[in-house]
């Protein structure tokens, strides 16, 4: 095959025919039933935001035991494995393959797994204890069946990957190798998604500050928990741009019915496409925020001081991996040559940070079906797993071998930041 017919295509249609990926096929196949008990062991490892410790000391010993080499993790948490590539080739950037470790649920969550049918159910088993037991086992099968790639290709447990995490074992990741030839998030059940396009968003808590009082002595003093309402009431009329959302979900306030608040404060999500649409986004909370709070000053009869302050929590950056990049054109390849019709989408996963700098990312699914996402009713059936990491596999090995053409990325930096604003009232 010369340089000229080297495409996406042409490279997944070879390696499908070839006796490699027919033993990583039938490997994956025979070996469906331990992968799925490793499967259970890591959903039962509670992994809380920010206390992914014990599934990380798993996954790294099987990671070991699995044949990958330099095994460590870096201080953010993150778990690190090599497969190092020819020798020729050891300096060359990574090829990154990644799943999250961390849950939405709290400390405490029962997360034993319950058998129904052929649901497994417990909370965290598709989101993300699936992702990781895919990521192993492919770590398993390239090694068993001796795959030799032509660049290093690195295996990370990434931490922080849910909610308050805000990416932070994804940014660690790229601070390690600003210069990765790709990055290929396993996230969550399916086969036929490809998420290209990573939805930005920025959370917020908006608190309000008044002096309190007793409710029949002091009424008419300035209340937060009023102002908390007219900012929900301004948020919910604010004209959104096609593909934003902005939803208040956390409303908190007062301690005493009889007592007129102190604090107030609600916590807001905002999501869009464009960080463009954050950033009017962002101006129109701090708007209604002062806006409200004025508005519950000038119905204040008496102690009418009351400050606001807006504080951001988090950010993921919003991005894309356009759909004609080498790296989608295989996926969609691979998904086709499993028999499959890719689909395209968008999503928020560790791809995120990759994506938004330039950095070929894309997530995908380890395979089986689900239900009852971040709920404690969540379900997965690992029907039709090994196809779908078939379908890795086939992905990893046509990037690497495409990546011998392709020049060495740039590198770009992380922006990032939490911000804070304090709005004081008058008195």
């Known amino acids: 095959m010369t340089l000229a017919e080297t495409t996406p295509e042409t490279v997944v249609e070879a390696l499908s025919g070839t006796p490699l990926l027919r033993r990583l096929t039938a490997y994956l196949t025979t070996t469906a039933d331990a992968i799925t008990c490793e499967h259970l062991a890591i959903t039962e490892i509670p992994a809380p935001p920010f206390h992914e410790a014990a599934r990380a000391a798993f996954v790294a010993d099987r990671m070991r035991d699995s044949g990958l080499s330099s095994v460590w993790q870096d201080t953010e948490g993150n778990v690190y494995g090599w497969l190092p590539g020819t020798e020729k080739t050891l300096a060359r950037a990574p090829i990154v393959l990644a799943a999250h470790l961390d849950t939405v649920f709290p400390p405490g969550t029962d997360v034993n797994v319950r058998v129904q049918g052929t649901r497994l159910c417990a ?31 690195c295996f990370v447990g990434t931490v922080g990957e849910e909610g308050s995490g805000n990416l932070r074992g994804a940014r660690a990741v790229v601070e390690q190798f600003p210069h990765m030839r790709s990055f290929i998030a396993l996230d969550g059940p399916g086969l036929e998604h490809i998420t290209c396009r990573a939805i930005g968003s920025r959370r917020f808590c908006v608190t309000f500050h008044g002096p309190g009082g007793h409710s029949w002595a002091d009424f008419g003093t300035a209340n937060p928990v009023h ?42 999500d905002c999501r869009a496409h464009r960080m463009a649409d954050l950033d009017a986004l962002e101006h129109a909370l701090q708007l209604a925020a002062v806006e409200a709070q004025q508005a519950e000053i000038q119905h204040a009869t008496r102690q009418r001081r009351l400050s606001v302050a807006v504080q951001r929590l988090g950010e993921r950056p919003a991005g894309e991996t356009p ?100 709005l004081p009232g008058p008195e």
């Open 123 to 153: 909370p965290g088993i598709a989101d993300n204890a699936c992702g990781v037991a895919g990521l192993l086992a492919l770590a398993r099968a390239f090694v068993t069946q001796s795959v030799q790639f032509s660049g290093p290709v």
């Open 323 to 422: 759909s004609t990049s080498p790296l989608v054109q295989c996926a969609v390849a691979a998904t086709r040559a499993c028999g499959r019709r890719p689909v395209l989408e968008s999503g928020s996963t560790d791809a995120n940070v990759p994506m938004a700098l330039g950095i070929p990312a894309i997530a995908i699914g380890a395979g089986g079906e689900y239900g009852g996402c971040h709920t404690l009713e969540e379900w997965y059936d690992p029907v039709g797993r090994p196809q779908a990491l078939v379908r890795a596999a086939l992905l990893v090995l046509a990037m690497d071998q495409l990546m011998v053409e392709l020049p060495e990325p740039e590198a770009r930096p992380l922006a990032a930041s939490h911000a804070v604003s304090s």
């Open 227 to 268: 102002a908390l309402g007219e900012f929900i009431s301004r948020v919910r009329r604010l004209p959104l741009r096609r593909g934003a959302t902005c939803t208040v979900a956390i409303a908190s306030g007062g301690s005493a019915i009889n007592a007129i608040p102190a604090m107030a404060q609600g916590e807001v």
